[in-house]
């Protein structure tokens, strides 16, 4: 079977603020058809840079953009039309009613009036009952969702959130990600940038990592966590030691600051895990166990480390 | 085209327009009106011809022109800063709409908002001084020609701005001025001719000379020039324009 065309392509993206200063230096990117997309990266990598581009915004400085097939130069009308974009800060007109500045957003986009649409963005966001009050009015979280609600006005094939839950409470969170998840159930693509690494965890199909303008990783998000998917084991001791016994080198465990457990890293996916033998010469060791535990290595861990690295 | 897109934007712009109505629109009929009364009844008691017509009558044309000028720039440069400022451009930026359509829509309101004031300024003119109009197409073809041109330079002004004081800056300091030398109190002939030659420098005095003519026939410069003058104007604005959208000066970077 052929593999769907990505629907959105970045090619040798390069963007450069006056002279010298890389934003994004030749990011290549494919975005699949209908997938979540969650973007990792501190602040200052890029990502809205990369989102501004693809959504028109700012303006590339090398390399190529396609949109559904569709440069984001040479046919900006056909990209930009299948493009909804959230950015990250809350840019309302205030006076306007959610009514108005949504329907404004559908005519934006070259789209004919309907109402009825409208009218189902605005109840899966629970602002139905807000819809004739000005924007001034409403609470931060109200006005993350009527921007979501501009991006949803003219039926958009890809939704760019760009740190879509800042701001918003748990409540209103797991709202908004109901609502992505029904997005992408009717067939959207979503693109999400976000702090929030747990939620990455949680939403995405796949992740990307970006750092100092340069992606340097994307992968499935099962195969990342598996990849670089560590475990931890975690000895707690009867009594307290001060150092590892010489025995025990071999494992290169780590003492734990107050001395009653001893920490031991190890690989799922090994023949042998060596938890068996570690058991064993702590036995031997003299050393008494009062308890384990296991921790699997989250996003956060892979993520810190892959940033942190040189 | 996405004329839906003009549409919105204009309608959007519009609807800006009658929720603030008090100082869009009563504003600078009030302060109009100031004119009549100091200008056309004070002072104009003491002048009692110019080139044969009512020093009050004489004046109408350069107080329409006063209020279309600097209100299409204020309008159209409010228009386009004020999205900037509060950071919805981000919408306009990423719609499948051409920089024509987002002209036209901006700068097709503000004009047509500045086209509106000046004739209700041209009406309360007439509770004050018998009006005349000669050629109403001309004077319609000046007007709107006037506000265009004038709203696309604020255009300009709204996107070179970064900041609420350069904003105010080309109105106060070289607009008000050049309109108020323009001629819109005073025939130039009035001048002694050194003064008058370099009246003859200032632009806005072209656009106020054709307008007059259309009321009253009398001109300062002849209406092919006022005329060429307006469109050479038209046309630097658009070419500035082009070049704004063409770079994404001030607008995507």
Redesign the interface.
């Known amino acids: 079977m052929l593999a769907m065309p990505p629907i959105i392509s970045v090619s040798n993206l390069s963007k450069i ?1 006056g002279s010298d200063f890389k934003a994004l230096n030749n990011i290549n990117l494919d975005i699949k058809r209908g997938e979540i997309f969650a973007l990792l990266g501190p602040n200052g990598a890029g990502k809205t840079t990369l989102i501004s581009i693809i ?5 590339l400085s090398e390399g190529s953009v396609t949109v559904g097939g569709h440069d984001i130069n040479r046919d ?6 299948l ?1 909804g ?1 959230v ?1 990250q ?1 809350l ?6 009613t959610v009514w ?1 500045t949504v329907s ?9 009036k309907n109402p009825a649409h409208i009218e189902k963005v605005l109840k899966d966001l629970s602002l139905w009952d807000k819809k004739d009050s000005k924007i001034i009015t409403l609470s931060g979280g109200m006005k993350r969702r009527v921007m979501i609600a ?1 991006a949803l006005s003219h039926e958009p094939q890809i939704l760019f959130l760009d740190e879509p839950t800042a701001g918003v409470d748990v409540e209103l969170r797991k709202g908004m990600w109901d609502v992505v998840r029904a997005l992408q159930a009717s067939g959207v693509t979503i693109i999400l940038t976000t702090h929030y690494i747990q939620e990455a965890e949680e939403m995405a199909d796949r992740i990307g990592v970006i750092n100092k303008g340069e992606i340097i990783l994307v992968e499935d998000k099962a195969g990342l966590m598996q990849k670089l998917g560590k475990k931890e084991l975690k000895v707690h001791l009867q009594g307290r030691i001060d150092a590892i016994p010489a025995s025990l080198a071999a494992y290169n465990l780590e003492l734990s600051d107050d001395g009653h457990a001893v920490i031991y890293d190890y690989d799922t996916k090994g023949d042998r895990t060596g938890i068996t033998s570690l058991l064993n010469d702590l036995r031997n060791a003299g050393i008494r166990i009062s308890d384990l535990d296991t921790r699997q290595s989250s996003l956060e861990d892979i993520f810190v480390s892959l940033v942190r690295a040189p | 085209m996405n004329y839906r897109a003009i549409r919105a934007i204009y309608l959007f712009e519009m609807a800006r327009t009658w929720r603030t109505l008090l100082q869009s629109i009563v504003s600078p009929v009030v302060s109009t009106s100031l004119y009549f009364v100091v200008f056309g009844a004070a002072i104009g008691s003491r002048i009692t011809e110019v080139e044969g017509v009512s020093y009050g009558t004489f004046i109408v044309p350069g107080l329409v022109m006063l209020s279309v000028l600097t209100q299409s720039i204020a309008n159209a440069s409010f228009g386009i800063y004020f999205p900037k400022f509060v950071g919805t451009i981000y919408e306009i930026l990423s719609a499948p709409v051409s920089y024509i359509e987002i002209v036209i829509g901006y700068v097709g309101a503000a004009a047509t908002k500045s086209i509106i004031l000046g004739l209700i300024i041209m009406a309360t003119a007439a509770l004050f001084v018998p009006l005349h109009i000669q050629h109403p197409w001309w004077m319609l073809t000046f007007l709107v020609l006037t506000a265009v041109t004038f709203s696309l330079f604020g255009f300009i002004i709204g996107i070179w701005a970064d900041g609420f004081e350069k904003l105010q800056m080309i109105p106060m300091l070289i607009v008000t001025p050049l309109t108020f030398l323009g001629g819109s109190f005073y025939s130039v002939n009035m001048l002694p001719s050194g003064w008058r030659t370099i009246t003859l420098l200032n632009p806005v005095v072209y656009l106020i000379s054709g307008f007059r003519w259309s009321f009253y026939e009398i001109a300062d410069v002849s209406v092919a020039l006022s005329l060429g003058m307006t469109l050479g104007f038209l046309a630097i604005c658009m070419a500035l324009v082009w070049w704004i959208f063409r770079t994404g000066y001030r607008l995507k970077n």
């Open positions: 603020y959504c028109g915004i700012a303006n900006y009308r056909a990209a930009r039309s493009i974009l950015p800060e840019h309302t007109d205030s006076f306007e108005a404004f957003s559908r005519g934006l986009f070259g789209k004919p501009k």
